[in-house]
């Protein structure tokens, strides 16, 4: 009844926060295909905010991944499952529970790591303090620089793409070129402190 009421109007973009929270496994199954299809039949974009990375992977084309309110990485869907990783990212992938654990590489999840209790400054990096990887002072005093991948993901860190593949455990993957220090393209990044990109991972 409410994805009805909201397409009543025929928007243009339907927002869906955190819809499948609390429902049942084959409910949210249904849900997704009623989504995919509704989207299709209406030429409907729709914008997703979800701890469910499952369910990103599924839906989404482009997702936007964002930490107190700042984005840390965006783009397209299938990149932001392959190394490099921006570390808050690899914290929530690392948060999925698999089949294949036993095969991945042990290592701490920025997740795992204690607060320094210092809050972020407005122009350090935003995960400053939690993150393990972190380069000293660098990184909570100074903006991190949007990278990107050729696979067209950006990856807002100091710490170069090769070697946030390998700190994830995995070898820099092929093709990768040398940090660009510059603001991506807003064409293809979302940008804005509240919800953007589709969809989103907080």
Request: hydrophobic share 40%; net charge neutral; aromatic share 4%.
């Amino acid at each position: 009844m409410a994805i009805a009421r909201a397409l009543i109007a025929e928007p243009a973009l339907l927002l869906c926060d955190e819809i499948l929270s609390a429902l049942d496994v084959s409910v949210q199954a249904a849900i997704l295909d009623l989504l995919t299809r509704l989207r299709q039949e209406h030429a409907v974009a729709m914008l997703f905010i979800s701890h469910d990375l499952a369910v990103v992977r599924r839906l989404a084309d482009r997702v936007g991944v964002l930490y107190r309110g700042r984005l840390m990485e965006a783009g397209p869907t299938a990149a932001l499952f392959e190394p490099p990783f921006h570390p808050y990212t690899h914290s929530l992938l690392m948060a999925v529970p698999s089949l294949k654990a036993e095969k991945r590489p042990a290592r701490r999840s920025p997740a795992d790591s204690a607060a320094t209790g210092v809050p972020p400054s407005a122009n350090g990096c935003a995960f400053a303090g939690r993150c393990p990887w972190q380069l000293g002072r660098l990184c909570e005093e100074t903006p991190p620089p949007w990278q990107t991948t050729e696979q067209g993901l950006g990856i807002r860190c100091h710490i170069p793409l090769p070697e946030l593949s390998a700190r994830a455990g995995w070898k820099p993957a092929d093709g990768l070129r040398e940090p660009q220090p510059t603001e991506p393209d807003p064409r293809s990044i979302p940008t804005g402190q509240g919800a953007a990109g589709s969809p989103l991972g907080r």
